[in-house]
Every structure is written in structure tokens, then in C-alpha cells.
């Protein structure tokens, strides 16, 4: 083995620290796992190690989430833990969240949860992934999905929202109606910055 040499055992404590600060670099590294020598190109080692660390993370984030009552209008744990996620690591946290999103599109609790929670971050910290998230909840069969979703572009409040909004029509009248409150407040609320 080279100089980059090591085992698994004794590279975990600060595997994740390195792919935060981005110390890993192309090269040849040989590691022993289980007894077994080995090498892996580190561009291999730094992808394998970003899918075990979003693993982690979406771990994490389901645990709190299970813990976590959710209200409208109330701080909730998961924001703390994604905020935090993001301040360390945005571009990862913001992949992991739409991971976790997409993987579980079908479970109405987690999608409302992830949307409850990127919807009290703020708007330039989970663009443009929180904004795709909420996209595709739209059209989401769960009324309930679907309203978060828009509950989400309104806590954003952001001019960039309105072209999808816009072009947005929900079959539930009563949704439809929250909608259209919501386009006429982001319009009010960005009307300085909005051409006619």
C-alpha cells in the first residue's frame, strides 16, 4: 500500500469531515476492509462516501421527523436539523432532502414533513431544490400534499414562484381559490420588483 494508505476503521471518524471540506483529491487510495487490501480511485471513495453520508443524513432526518408533531405556524425540529445540515454542507443537504423527497413521493407523511419543514427555510438557502420539491407536490393526488406544496411557495414569498404558480390549476375549488390568494400576495408583497 502507498502512503494514502489506511483501514475503514480508522478513516470513519473524519470520513464525513473530509467530504465536508472537500479535502479528498484524485488519486490512488489503498484501505483494508475486513482484513481484505484494497484500492479505489479517490473520486470513487469521495461519491461512495457522499451516498453513505446522504444516507446518514435522510436517516437522521426520518428519526426527528417520526418525534416531531407538526403544526402550522410552529418551529419544528426537523427545521433545526436542516438548517444546521445546510449551513455545513448546503449542496449535499439540499441533494439528500430531494432524495428522501423522491424516494418516498408515494408516503403522503413524509412529503408533507419534508415540505413542512423546507417550507420555514429560507428561500435562497434551499433553492432551487426546495423550489423543484415543491413543484412536483402540486401534482401530487393528496390534496393535502398539494397544499402544503403551495403553503411552502407562499412562505418563500418569492417573484421566481409566480411562473409556476401561474400556470398551476388545482381540481378542488377551495385549492384553487388558496392559490390564487397566494399569486395575488406574491405579486403584492414583490410588487417593486415585479414589471408589469
Given amino acids: 500500500m502507498n502512503n494514502n494508505s489506511f483501514t475503514i476503521e480508522e478513516r470513519k471518524p ?12 484524485t ?3 489503498g484501505y483494508s476492509e475486513k482484513g481484505q487490501s484494497k484500492s479505489i480511485n ?3 471513495f469521495k461519491i461512495e462516501s457522499e451516498n453513505l453520508f446522504k444516507e446518514k443524513m435522510k436517516n437522521n432526518f426520518l428519526q426527528i421527523m417520526k418525534n416531531t408533531s407538526f403544526e402550522y405556524g410552529y418551529h419544528a425540529e426537523t427545521d433545526d436539523f436542516l438548517n444546521k445540515q445546510l449551513k455545513g454542507n448546503n449542496l449535499i443537504t439540499k441533494e439528500w432532502i430531494q432524495e428522501l423527497f423522491l424516494e418516498n413521493f408515494s408516503n403522503e407523511y413524509i412529503v408533507t414533513s419534508i415540505l413542512r ?3 420555514h427555510i429560507e428561500y435562497k438557502d434551499i433553492y432551487p431544490h426546495g423550489m423543484t420539491i415543491a413543484t412536483a407536490a402540486i401534482s ?9 406544496a403551495i403553503r411552502a411557495f407562499e412562505n418563500w414569498e418569492s417573484s421566481d414562484s409566480l411562473i409556476i404558480l401561474e400556470n398551476v390549476k388545482c381540481s378542488d375549488a377551495w385549492l384553487d381559490e388558496y392559490l390564487k390568494k397566494v399569486i395575488e400576495n406574491i405579486k403584492e408583497e414583490n410588487s417593486a420588483f415585479i414589471s408589469t
Fill in 14 to 25: 473524519n470520513l464525513f469531515k473530509d467530504i465536508i471540506d472537500n479535502r479528498l483529491i
Fill in 27 to 29: 488519486e490512488t487510495i
Fill in 42 to 44: 479517490a473520486y470513487d
Fill in 117 to 119: 419543514t423546507i417550507a
Fill in 140 to 148: 401530487h393526488k393528496s390534496i393535502i400534499v398539494t397544499e402544503n
